[in-house]
């Protein structure tokens, strides 16, 4: 360590002392208050490069996770509640407790498929946000959004993700998201419909049992 860090008429302040620390320069002498080194500026963060016009980024993976959904909810819509319900008057006006057992039995054994082909459908979908994933990689997309985000139960998360992504680095319309959401409003609709048609159902049929309950 000299005895000043330039000249004598250096302004006070922390210089490197030699030893790989720093020492504090009062603008006359040295004195005895070290530090560390200085922090090392830490690199700019990496940026995404654009990917060349035309790359297609919205592989067949990706349109699995956006509608994957609609074929997970088309089997509800099979489900027979007018004639499940009937079932129920007709086992509980004939007084056979069998009847009953059956037709409650045969409710809960569709949903319990319904419920697997659930669990299956959300395998099959991590599996393909993974697929898609893997694809954005090989096409050069630099840190795309992660396919782990899709173990949350609404594709949405993904596809939200993915599309904030991917308009860094190309000019993608994100059509996979926008489906997604426009399934959403479908299946609310034919739920709708579905629910009321149902309700006119099992209305209309109430009046041949009224008479036997009364």
């Not at 709708?192 to 049992?209: C, D, H, K, N």
């Amino acid at each position: 360590m000299t005895d000043n860090p330039t000249t004598s008429q250096a302004a006070p302040g922390w210089y490197p002392d030699g030893s790989g620390g720093q020492r504090w320069w009062d603008g006359r002498s040295w004195t005895d208050h070290a530090a560390p080194a200085a922090p090392v500026a830490s690199a700019a963060p990496l940026e995404r490069p654009r990917l060349p016009e035309g790359t297609r980024v919205d592989t067949g993976w990706v349109w699995v996770v956006s509608l994957l959904n609609v074929v997970q909810t088309i089997p509800l819509f099979f489900f027979d509640m007018s004639g499940y319900m009937r079932a129920i008057f007709e086992a509980e006006l004939s007084g056979n407790a069998g009847s009953i057992t059956n037709a409650i039995g045969g409710y809960f054994a569709f949903f319990a498929i319904f419920g697997v082909l659930g669990w299956v459908c959300y395998g099959f979908l991590v599996f393909a946000a993974y697929r898609d994933y893997k694809q954005l990689l090989a096409v050069g997309v630099v840190r795309p959004f992660h396919w782990a985000f899709a173990f949350i139960p609404y594709p949405v998360v993904y596809l939200i993700g993915r599309h904030v992504v991917l308009r860094k680095v190309s000019r993608t319309a994100g059509w996979p998201l926008w489906a997604h959401i426009a399934s959403y409003v479908v299946i609310l609709i034919a739920a709708f419909v579905w629910t009321f048609a149902m309700m006119q159902a099992i209305l209309s049929s109430l009046p041949g049992y009224l008479g036997p309950y009364t």
